[in-house]
């Protein structure tokens, strides 16, 4: 079994500071992680994604997601937000065989 | 350049009637999903398949239906539509199992349906 919490569900920041969303997992098995973005009224985007090679994980857009197996976290991170990047972000788990569960999304808000 | 497409993008129906979603993708996948969208939620699978000739029931499968009589193709069926299905939804594929990792899932534009 497998499941994602996303512990807020709206993260409000202004334009040129850091971004933090936070993500935790479950997984009975070794975890695939993603971090997926939806633009309004657009499809979903995969920003990044984790496999069990670096636990560091770099995206596009200066995104950056780090995979912490004590904590069962992988939480996403921007040094500095900006207009465009407000989105709604979605963790993501997958393992093995299994089909990829979401987590119910963080709004993230850019002010100027 | 290779795609995933939805169609129709928009529509509106009425309670009870049949309605089909198409999916076409031009990846050759193997592997292709379909999401709904609702607020509060997420997105959660309706129904999967792992290639022609194969479907698989996903978390909210009450409802609907899918076959798969090609590669390229996944069309979802409403089988009598309930104001409980408006929603978006979301078509995916992947080359391997999306749980692996190895390949990303590609998600279509979305379909927003509502119910009458």
């Known amino acids: 079994a497998q499941s994602v919490t996303q512990l807020d569900s709206h993260v409000s920041v202004s334009e040129g500071t850091p971004v933090l969303l936070r993500c935790n997992y479950s997984?009975?098995?070794?975890?695939?992680l993603f971090w997926y973005v939806q633009h309004p009224n657009k499809g979903l985007q995969l920003l990044l994604k984790?496999?069990?090679?670096?636990?560091l994980v770099k995206g596009i857009n200066g995104f950056e997601a780090e995979f912490k197996k004590s904590e069962t976290s992988f939480h996403l991170t921007k040094p500095s937000a900006h207009m465009s990047d407000a989105a709604e972000y979605f963790c993501?788990?997958?393992?093995?065989?299994?089909?990829?569960?979401f987590g119910k999304g963080t709004m993230l808000l850019v002010s100027p | 350049d290779a795609e995933i497409t939805q169609s129709p993008r928009h529509k509106i129906t009425e309670t009870g009637r049949q309605v089909t979603l198409a999916c076409h993708q031009t990846?050759?996948?193997?592997?292709m999903f379909w999401y709904r969208q609702d607020l509060g939620h997420g997105l959660r699978l309706i129904h999967y398949?792992?290639?022609?000739?194969?479907?698989n029931k996903g978390e909210v499968s009450d409802g609907y239906s899918v076959s798969r009589s090609n590669t390229e193709d996944l069309p979802l069926t409403l089988e009598s539509a309930a104001s409980s299905q408006t929603s978006v939804y979301f078509c995916?594929?992947?080359?391997?199992?999306?749980?692996?990792?190895?390949?990303?899932?590609?998600f279509g534009q979305g379909t927003r349906l509502t119910v009458v």
């Open positions: 995916a594929s992947s080359h391997s199992p999306p749980g692996q990792g190895r390949s990303e899932a590609f």
């Open positions: 997984s009975s098995y070794s975890p695939s």
């Open positions: 984790y496999t069990s090679a670096a636990t």
């Open positions: 993501v788990v997958g393992s093995g065989y299994s089909t990829l569960t």
């Open positions: 990846w050759n996948h193997n592997n």
């Open positions: 398949s792992y290639g022609v000739q194969d479907t």
